[in-house]
């Protein structure tokens, strides 16, 4: 659960298919998720962005399944973590940068 909270701090809304969902379901126009999905998607490498999708995607399926917030967010990394052979804290720290740089590009977009 310190991984999702701490994820949380890092990610402001997100990008690409789960990403740009993501961004919605944190309020931004899907105008403004697409941009930023098009800025991240330029600025990261393709496996990034397949995890941080995958992390999205994780995520938006627990909370539609009724979790919490912070639920969810451990949901999403223990789910990717496992699938992908690697702790919930690699994951995080593997995801951090990516969770900037979206930051960033949804800040940028209007």
């Known amino acids: 659960m310190k991984y999702a909270l701490a ?41 990034e962005r397949d995890l941080y999708d995958s992390v999205a995607n994780a995520f938006l399926a627990a909370k539609s399944g009724g979790a919490d917030v912070a639920e969810s967010w451990d949901t999403a990394f223990s789910t990717v973590a496992g699938q992908e052979g690697m702790t919930q804290e690699t994951l995080l720290l593997d995801m951090a940068s990516v969770g900037s740089k979206h930051e960033d590009a949804i800040a940028a977009c209007q």
């Open 7 to 47: 994820f949380l701090a890092l990610l402001p809304a997100a990008a690409q298919a789960g990403s740009t969902e993501l961004c919605m379901d944190m309020g931004a126009s899907s105008t403004k998720c697409s941009c930023a999905t098009t800025t991240l998607n330029s600025n990261i490498t393709l496996e």
